[in-house]
């Protein structure tokens, strides 16, 4: 059972785990995240948190549990595809030239 009843809220609330496009003239990226935000764009809502033009590719709804096990799972998956953009920003380190299906 994933449910602590002493911890309740770090299994049950509402995460976003997603994959965004990023770019500028520059560069071109995909970030591989979670957010605690209702909305991507919420999360993303000034240059400060994203410096890059963006869009996203998809979303899932999910619990923080799963979140982090899609996200630690995604970015094994896609080390050798790993990305540091020239501007940094909050996530910058989960970024990646492609995405693979």
């Known amino acids: ?12 609330n509402q995460k976003m785990f997603y994959f965004i496009k ?3 003239e520059k560069e071109e990226f995909y970030k591989i995240g979670i957010t605690t935000q209702k909305t991507i764009k919420r999360r993303f809502h000034n240059k400060k948190d994203m410096p ?13 549990y799963n979140a982090i096990f899609m996200e630690k799972k ?7 595809f790993k990305y540091s953009p020239e501007i940094e920003f909050g996530g910058h380190t989960e970024c990646f030239t492609k995405l693979i299906d």
């Open 74 to 80: 995604l970015h094994e998956k896609h080390e050798k």
């Open 1 to 12: 059972n994933l449910t602590h009843n002493s911890e309740p809220s770090l299994y049950v």
């Open 22 to 24: 990023c770019w500028s």
């Open 52 to 64: 890059y033009e963006w869009k996203e590719i998809k979303k899932i709804p999910t619990n923080l």
